[in-house]
């Protein structure tokens, strides 16, 4: 260390470690005692952990949306301290899991990441529950007979909204289930809206799933031949507006394995809508209440690399990175989609992204930032990794790194996989209730 920068005054030498990385500080703070003086305050931890956000892109160790400042230092340290060791083991050749646990939850459930607070939500047909995977306990439930929980919405800090249907043949059936985990031992889980469209579901060949936001629940349905594309939406008041052919209808058989899906990316100027044709990306933004056709405009964004595949998922991130607000995935590409704000803070979306799989994709699940994607592979031989983690980087460029793990660490081929980007942690859980938390920090 520089001799000059030692004799600097204590508030000089803080200012400069604010200009550090986040890895750089931190490895300076073992051989340099005056830095190891500075990380005694919070604005040491504030700036660094800012600068990682918003300079690399990459999620921070803390509860999505949490106010930074409200931080002690105690908890502002051991937060940039797991970021860093997520981000060198995550950027490493081969990434290695630091620990692996096993706690059971409910049966044959599906589960939703709370990212970065060490909780998460399973549901299934007709429950909605929240665990604490370190006490390794249920700490809220909600049983409504039928329910399907098909999307989440984090806007608030504390909170998560949930759009779901429940399966009707005879009438198109909404609910919104509201989430709040700002008191961890006794997480409340409540009903916030019931709604039932006055379309019976078998009008529809094909709905989206039931997207939730501040103001209002949204599904886009999909008719006969042609495809013609249709919103229904209903505030929370529970104001109901339908508006039809709101997106250019697509012939039949084009393509020919059904109507292309919707994906409902939220924004404060308006929902924007993504829709996949194979070769290119159709855009729909509505602005404006009650939304008309006047409101409504429709752009098309070419892809360099098609994706011919069968079946299209979308992956709405909850807290974007980079300008990612939507990844996709096909049988062998996953994409993401990246928008970057004009001057009127409308959304302009100008560059996808791809990652082409040498195998067949089996699942991906995307993290809370955007960012990272877990892949998993279709299984080749013995030596082969089933997963990959991908990382897309500002600007575009994507990284790739193959997740090893031993047999049975994980339960990649027989059950569902998940993903904390903020904390490190893959998750999967088997249908018996068995789910293995590896953590890579």
């Known amino acids: 260390m520089d001799s000059g920068f030692l004799s600097l005054p ?9 200009h550090l990385s986040l890895a750089d500080a931190i490895d300076l703070l073992s051989t340099c005692k005056t830095l190891r003086q500075c990380c005694t305050e919070k604005s040491f931890w504030l700036h660094a952990l800012v600068r990682v956000h918003q300079d690399q892109k990459h ?39 630091e620990s692996v646990r096993e706690i059971y939850v409910d049966l044959m459930s ?27 306990c249920s700490v809220g439930r909600l049983v409504e007979s039928g329910i399907l929980v098909e999307s989440s919405n984090f806007g608030e800090y504390g909170k998560v909204m949930l759009g779901a249907t429940k399966q009707n043949s005879y009438c198109f059936e909404v609910l919104v289930i509201c989430v709040d985990y700002r008191n961890r031992a006794a997480v409340s889980i409540s009903l916030l809206l019931q709604h039932t469209f006055a379309y019976p579901r078998r009008h529809f060949y094909q709905a989206s799933p039931v997207t939730v936001d501040a103001n209002r629940v949204r599904v886009v349905v999909t008719t006969f031949d042609p ?10 008041a529970g104001n109901e507006e339908t508006m ?34 194979q070769n290119s990306g159709d855009i729909t933004h509505l602005s404006g ?52 704000r004009d001057a009127d803070a409308q959304l302009v979306f100008d560059n996808v992204s791809p990652y082409a799989a040498d195998r067949v994709v089996n699942s991906v699940v995307a993290g809370a930032s955007g960012t990272y994607a ?22 575009g460029a994507l990284d790739h790194r193959e997740i090893r793990v031993p047999d049975k660490t994980l339960y990649v081929k027989e059950g569902q996989i998940a993903l904390d980007d903020h904390l490190g942690l893959i998750l999967s859980v088997r249908g018996d209730g068995r789910l293995r938390i590896a953590s890579y920090a």
Not at 389 to 395: E, K, M, R
């Open 59 to 97: 999620p921070i160790a803390v509860p999505l949306l949490q106010d930074l400042s409200a931080l002690t230092l105690a908890e502002l340290t051991e937060a940039g301290k797991r970021t860093n060791r997520l981000m060198k083991n995550w950027r490493s050749e081969i990434p290695k899991p």
């Open 227 to 236: 495809w013609e594309y249709t919103l229904l939406s209903v505030s929370l």
């Open 289 to 340: 209440s009650p939304v008309t056709p006047s409101t409504t405009t429709t752009t098309t964004v070419p892809l360099g690399t098609p994706n011919k595949s069968l079946q299209i998922k979308h992956f709405t991130p909850a807290d974007p990175a980079a300008d990612i607000v939507c990844v996709t995935s096909g049988q062998f590409m996953v994409e993401f989609w990246q928008a970057r």
């Open 10 to 18: 204590p508030d000089l030498v803080l200012e400069v470690s604010m």
């Open 244 to 277: 039809y052919d709101f997106m250019p209808p697509v012939p039949r058989g084009v393509p020919v394995y059904g109507p292309p899906k919707v994906s409902i990316i939220s924004s404060p100027n308006g929902p924007y809508f993504l829709r996949h044709m």
């Open 110 to 136: 599906d589960i939703l990441v709370i990212p970065g607070a060490n909780l998460i939500i399973t549901h299934g047909t007709g429950f909605v529950a929240c665990w604490d995977i370190l006490r390794q």
């Open 374 to 395: 877990l892949v998993a592979l279709h299984p080749g031989s013995p030596n082969e990794a089933p997963l990959r983690l991908l990382h897309c980087f500002p600007g």
